[in-house]
C-alpha cells in the first residue's frame, strides 16, 4: 500500500509564474489536508477537502491561492503569481473516511519545496 | 478557533537522559492528541497519539500523558538515543472544527552523546 504521494518534491518557479502541487492520498482514504512549513516553523493548517468539497479553507490565503480535488485524480493546491514570500514546504496528508468514533489519523506525504526566485 | 502552545522551543539532554515536552490547547472539544516527529528535511511521522478516554498511553521508550481538565498533554521520552534527535509536534483535533488537526509551534529537541 503506497503512501502519501505528493510531486513534484522540488519545483522552482519565477515571480509571478503559477505553481501547481499535486497530492495523492493513500488508498482508501479520502480525507485530504495541506499545510505549509516555512524554514524553522511549524505547520499551519491551509485546506480541507473530500473528493469535490472542499470542507474548511479558513488557513488559506484569500487571494492566488485554490485548491481541489476531484473525483478523480490526485489534489491540488495551485499558487498564482507567485511572490518569494511563497517559498516553503508544502506537505499533504490524508486520512482515511472516518466512521462515527474514530479518529483523525493523518499520514502525511514527502513534501513539495517550493523555490520563488 | 483551536490554538496548540508548546514548550520548550529547543531543548538539549544528555543521551540517556529523559526529554518532557509540554503543550496546552483551547477547545475544550478537542479528542485527538497526535505527536509528530520530523527530521531535518523529511516529512513529519505520526509517533503517537492520545484520544480523550484515555489519560495516559505509552510506546516502549515514549509515553504521553493527557489532563483534560487543565487542558495539557505531554510528551515524554526515556532513555534518549542521538537517533531521537528531531523537531516535535503536539497537535489536536476537535470535532467543532471539521476534525482538522492544529500543530503546536514544535520543540527541536537535540541528544547529546
Known amino acids: 500500500n503506497a503512501g502519501v504521494m505528493q510531486n513534484p518534491r522540488h519545483l522552482v518557479r519565477r515571480r509571478g509564474q503559477e505553481a501547481r502541487l499535486r497530492c495523492s492520498p493513500m488508498k482508501g482514504h479520502s480525507h485530504v489536508y495541506w499545510y505549509r512549513q516555512l524554514p524553522e516553523e511549524g505547520l499551519k493548517f491551509m485546506v480541507y477537502?473530500?473528493?469535490?468539497?472542499?470542507?474548511?479553507e479558513s488557513g488559506m490565503p484569500k487571494e492566488r491561492f485554490s485548491a481541489e480535488f476531484p473525483k478523480e485524480g490526485p489534489s491540488i493546491l495551485r499558487i498564482q503569481q507567485v511572490v518569494r514570500g511563497d517559498s516553503a514546504a508544502y506537505f499533504c496528508?490524508?486520512?482515511?473516511?472516518?466512521?462515527?468514533?474514530?479518529?483523525?489519523?493523518?499520514?502525511f506525504g514527502p513534501g513539495t519545496r517550493l523555490t520563488v526566485l | 478557533g483551536e490554538n496548540v502552545e508548546q514548550h520548550p522551543s529547543t531543548l538539549s539532554v544528555q543521551e540517556g537522559d529523559s526529554a518532557v515536552i509540554k503543550c496546552t490547547y483551547s477547545?475544550?472539544?478537542?479528542?485527538?492528541f497526535p505527536w509528530y516527529k520530523q527530521e531535518l528535511g523529511k516529512r513529519p511521522q505520526l509517533i503517537i497519539d492520545i484520544r480523550s478516554n484515555v489519560g495516559e498511553k505509552k510506546d516502549q521508550r515514549i509515553a504521553v500523558t493527557l489532563n483534560k481538565t487543565a487542558k495539557h498533554f505531554s510528551l515524554h521520552i526515556t532513555e534518549t538515543q542521538p537517533e531521537d534527535s528531531a523537531v516535535y509536534f503536539c497537535?489536536?483535533?476537535?470535532?467543532?472544527?471539521?476534525?482538522?488537526?492544529?500543530f503546536g509551534p514544535g520543540t527541536s529537541l537535540s541528544v547529546i552523546p
Open positions: 496528508a490524508s486520512s482515511p473516511l472516518r466512521s462515527r468514533g474514530s479518529y483523525n489519523e493523518q499520514f
Open positions: 477537502l473530500q473528493k469535490e468539497n472542499i470542507i474548511d
Open positions: 497537535a489536536a483535533s476537535s470535532p467543532t472544527s471539521y476534525d482538522k488537526v492544529i
Open positions: 477547545d475544550s472539544a478537542s479528542n485527538y
